[in-house]
């Protein structure tokens, strides 16, 4: 009996001397792993960035944003899942790096000479220019001599950095960091007389001037700032490799171009007249047909991009009329209004709902294998130039070795059909190709200002960018 006792005592405590060894090693193992190979055992990848419309931000169809879009190609193409922290200020971004609560920055963040010292910056996906902006209609300084008012920027960025090396020739050149702001702050509080200048980011800007027409540039400070993320000096650089030869398939692939594209294609151009003119019909004029747009929207399409088309065909006017015969909110032609059974194109919601269900058409014919957002940018450019215009334009984008199912190549083909040498060889022949790339990027934007405006519940005035879960911040 006690033998037996004996014999269990020294089986258990052999046991436990097993299992303590095979901890041992496992652990052992678990340190002798990169980075990258804890980060696929996990099947993690752990990004902090910051909320705004260049970044990270939850839209009508979840997270978005280029930073997000972009880690979250990155985490399919490490085959993990991604995560996502967000960080109010840069201080935040950068602490969280540091202390490996997360493996990459991804904040819009510019490669600095200072920052190099600390982190490992990824090949840089974007190319800025950084602008000093007022508010328009005030004095306009040209150069850092001539500020009049208080200059203010975000605390740790690389605007402060610039402001640094700026104060070398300008002795008088003085500023206030800020982290309580963020990007948008600071435009608002510009817009709304609290301050006098900020630093901005062009692309940030790109976005921002579209709520902001009276946003005013007085000069470029710094041309050419690459932007890239940022990995902590103190991991191995077996994720900073891996995120390298991402970069190097994203160029190659034009899933970069692509994604630029979806961001910032529709916003090369900026006309002062034009968005403050769209601000104040939107606040004005709109609100009464919006109750025609959601009815004509039914559940399958989105009111907001129905009355973005709207303002892009007459301005919200009824009455509108072109010399060519189309009339009313949607501008419909004689036969199209027929064939949809419409009695009167000047009412404007009979007009919304010809146009709802003709769109409706067209979304039908778009073949399903093209992604959102080219399939609705696709139908789009469609409704204004015709089927069988896009479909040609799409067969020569093919010819010429580009992707007929992504618009960022198909964008490039549709002003083709302006020339001989290529309607000769299509179907339906000559087109004014370049109004569909134009009436495309115009309605993109109207589009994108109206969901600013009427966020899903609806309510005038609300940000989107306010809907983010607050568990998802770092304090
Ligand atoms: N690119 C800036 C930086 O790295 C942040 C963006 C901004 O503040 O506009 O500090």
Same mark, same amino acid.
């Given at each position: 009996? &006690? ?13 436990? /001397? %097993?299992?303590?060894?095979?901890? /041992? ?13 804890? /980060? ?17 931000? %939850? ?5 978005? @944003? ?42 819009? &963040? ?53 402001? &640094? #090396? ?23 509080? %510009? ?60 160029? +190659?692939?034009?899933?970069?171009? #692509?994604?630029?594209? %979806?961001?910032?294609?529709? &916003? ?16 004005? $004029?709109?609100?009464?047909? *919006? ?7 039914? #559940?399958?399409?989105?009111? +907001?991009?129905?009355?973005? *088309? ?43 709902? @010809? ?38 334009? $799409? ?12 618009? /960022? ?23 004014? @190709? ?42």
């Amino acid at each position: 009996m &006690l033998n037996k006792l004996q014999n269990r005592k020294c089986n258990r405590s052999r046991f436990v /001397i %097993i299992m303590l060894t095979a901890y /041992i090693l496992a652990a052992c193992n678990t340190n002798n792993q990169t980075h990258l190979q804890k /980060i696929k055992a996990k099947g993690e990848l752990r990004i902090v960035t910051r909320q705004g419309p260049t970044t990270y931000f %939850i839209g009508g169809n979840g997270p978005s @944003g280029f930073e997000y879009d972009l880690a979250a190609r990155f985490a399919e193409f490490l085959g993990v899942s991604l995560s996502v922290i967000s960080s109010d200020d840069l201080d935040g971004i950068m602490s969280t790096v540091n202390a490996g609560k997360a493996d990459l920055a991804a904040a819009g &963040l510019t490669i600095t000479p200072e920052r190099e010292k600390l982190y490992h910056f990824s090949p840089p996906y974007q190319n800025i220019d950084v602008k000093l902006v007022f508010k328009q209609g005030k004095y306009w300084p040209r150069n850092f001599d001539q500020l009049d008012g208080k200059l203010t920027v975000l605390a740790q960025s690389s605007h402060a950095e610039l402001l &640094l #090396q700026q104060k070398k020739h300008y002795a008088m050149l003085s500023w206030h960091e800020s982290n309580q702001l963020a990007v948008e702050d600071l435009v608002e509080s %510009i817009v709304d007389d609290s301050l006098s200048y900020t630093l901005i980011d062009s692309n940030d800007l790109s976005l921002q001037r579209r709520y902001h027409p009276e946003l005013a540039i007085a000069f470029t400070v710094a041309k050419d700032q690459q932007l890239a993320w940022a990995f902590s000096r103190k991991d191995d650089d077996s994720l900073y490799q891996a995120a390298t030869e991402f970069f190097s398939f994203m160029q +190659k692939s034009g899933d970069l171009a #692509q994604l630029q594209e %979806i961001y910032y294609g529709h &916003l090369k151009t900026f006309d002062y007249v034009g968005s403050t003119r769209f601000l104040q019909a939107a606040q004005t $004029r709109l609100p009464q047909f *919006i109750p025609f747009f959601k009815s004509s929207a039914k #559940q399958n399409l989105d009111w +907001k991009l129905l009355a973005a *088309i709207a303002y892009q065909e007459s301005h919200w006017n009824p009455k509108a009329k072109s010399p060519t015969g189309v009339r009313g909110m949607m501008m419909l032609t004689l036969p199209t209004a027929k064939h949809l059974g419409i009695k009167s194109r000047l009412d404007p919601k009979q007009s919304i709902e @010809g146009g709802a269900r003709y769109f409706e058409q067209i979304l039908k014919k778009i073949p399903k294998r093209i992604k959102e957002p080219d399939f609705t940018w696709m139908a789009l450019a469609a409704y204004n130039v015709g089927f069988g215009h896009l479909e040609d334009a $799409r067969i020569l984008t093919q010819f010429q070795g580009g992707d007929p199912d992504k618009w /960022i190549d198909v964008k490039e083909r549709l002003p083709l059909l302006r020339q001989r040498k290529w309607y000769k060889f299509t179907r339906h022949g000559y087109a004014r @190709g370049d109004e569909p790339v134009q009436y495309v990027d115009n309605v993109r934007r109207y589009y994108e200002v109206l969901k600013w405006l009427y966020d899903d519940d609806e309510k005038p005035g609300d940000n989107p960018l306010e809907e983010i879960n607050p568990e998802q911040q770092v304090n």
